[in-house]
């Protein structure tokens, strides 16, 4: 890696941890920040869900926004997106300030993401260069995600809330001083284009994710969900009319997905479906009544051992055979290791929960950021963006899907007035063959998305993807 390169991969890295602290400091703030302004119980869920929405919805606008605009003119604009939207939150008095300023934050930093791996994809399009940003690139997450919610929970321990969101604000300072000083611009500016149809693809997705988040938590039968499926319906008829009077004029929202793309796409939603993470911190604190931050402290070790694996197993494995077929071995290793969560019982130690994450966010770290690095080498040059927007949607909706088919049965078990103390046994019982369930369906989910990869890779792709993912 030349210096130059190493100055934008370490530019690329710090904006793209700093726009972490929003999803990851979130859960924390809004408790404290509710009781401050006097906002509802009934209100507080849907101001959790406003960042999520938001980033969503302009996800493929981010995509086209760093090809268009170029990449550090489009980061230096989102960075001071991201500033407002903290100093609005910071400031906040009603709750309509709140949603505006989490829309902004939470926007602005998906936004960034999108652009930020689009930028990676150009600055870096092969050699044993680019296997080094991209596993770079794979650490930051999970690294973010061990050190921003004990942050965030410890600083909330000491000051007001208020002070959070001001936090915030310094990170989108020090981006953009960041972005400023060691991005390059790659692209010359173009005219943006058709936008509305853009933003309309990405509210259907948003829609989407939201409804089975809904359904995932509240059931089918229920007047929320059927709202919430009226809002999709209208969302997905918009965009149906709006695309049908657009497509004729050659507008596309990504290139042309050859079978390889779609089943490495594919592979990528799967890994999101069946990250555990979120329902082993869930089961740590109600089978062994601690709080959320003592829960998030002690799933440190698998956020570190995630972050090893996106680096030193990721890099390996891409090193000894290729992206894609990196891919497809990493993705049994993560089958295989879900199998781990089939041994949880209520009277099962907490080192033992702690130990089942260790290996599936190994494994799933490290598959994620191969599946990445084999996806992004398909982007033609000057879309970037638009595939890193299209593997972005596609992660989205992998959480999405990860409610309904392995976050239901954790969820209804937790379902309790009393809170993690009162958990009953028969609850506990529920909780813990709720995981192991989990367990076994995540194999058979990862599974199958393994045999279809390697049908697709021993199919008439082979010398493609083989040219693709070699190294010099």
């Not at 996800?59 to 407002?84: P, T, Y």
């Not at 690139?137 to 000491?158: E, N, Q, R, S, W």
Request: aromatic share 8%.
């Amino acid at each position: 890696m030349t210096p130059e390169q190493r100055r934008v991969a370490i530019g690329i890295s710090i904006s793209i941890g700093l726009t972490y602290l929003v999803g990851a400091g979130l859960a924390f703030l809004i408790e404290p920040m509710s009781e401050g302004l006097g906002i509802s119980d009934a209100r507080v869920e849907f101001v959790l869900t406003v960042p999520s929405v938001a980033s969503i919805t302009v996800i493929f606008i981010a995509g086209q926004a760093g090809d268009r605009f170029g990449h550090r003119r489009a980061l230096l604009i989102l960075s001071g997106v991201f500033i407002a939207g903290s100093m609005l939150l910071a400031s906040a008095q009603e709750i309509v300030e709140v949603i505006a300023g989490l829309a902004l934050c939470g926007g602005s930093a998906t936004a960034v993401q999108i652009v930020t791996f689009g930028l990676l994809q150009e600055c870096f399009p092969e050699g044993k260069a680019r296997v080094s940003a991209f596993t770079t690139f794979g650490m930051i997450y999970p690294m973010a995600l061990m050190v921003f919610p004990v942050l965030t929970g410890g600083l909330l321990d000491v000051a007001a809330w208020r002070l959070v969101p001001v936090v915030w604000a310094v990170a989108g300072v020090a981006m953009a001083g960041v972005v400023r000083f060691l991005v390059p611009n790659t692209t010359e500016v173009r005219p943006f284009g058709d936008w509305l149809t853009l933003l309309l693809a990405g509210f259907v997705v948003a829609q989407g994710v939201r409804f089975l988040d809904i359904i995932g938590r509240n059931g089918i039968a229920v007047s929320r969900t059927l709202i919430s499926l009226a809002v999709l319906t209208a969302a997905l008829i918009a965009f149906a009319v709006r695309f049908r009077i657009v497509v004729a004029r050659g507008f596309s929202l990504a290139p042309r997905l050859d079978a390889l793309t779609r089943g490495l796409l594919l592979s990528v939603a799967v890994v999101s479906i069946v990250s555990t993470l979120t329902y082993v911190i869930v089961a740590l604190e109600y089978l062994y009544d601690i709080t959320p931050l003592k829960a998030a402290i002690a799933v440190i070790p698998a956020q570190a051992c995630g972050a090893l694996g996106a680096k030193f197993l990721a890099g390996g494995a891409i090193k000894r055979w290729g992206a894609t077929r990196a891919g497809q071995h990493l993705l049994l290793v993560l089958a295989i290791s879900l199998l781990t969560l089939v041994g949880v019982r209520p009277a099962a130690p907490a080192w033992y929960l702690v130990v089942c994450a260790v290996l599936v966010t190994t494994a799933a770290s490290a598959a994620l950021t191969v599946l990445d690095t084999a996806v992004m080498s398909y982007a033609p040059p000057g879309h970037a963006g638009t595939f890193s927007a299209v593997r972005g949607a596609v992660t989205e909706i992998g959480v999405g899907l990860s409610v309904v088919v392995l976050g239901t049965h954790v969820i209804n078990a937790v379902k309790i007035s009393a809170g993690a103390g009162g958990m009953r046994a028969a609850q506990a019982q529920q909780l813990a063959w709720g995981l192991r369930l989990d367990g076994i369906l995540g194999f058979a989910i990862v599974l199958i998305a393994w045999l279809a990869l390697m049908v697709i890779t021993r199919g008439g792709f082979t010398k493609l993807w083989q040219s693709r993912d070699s190294l010099p």
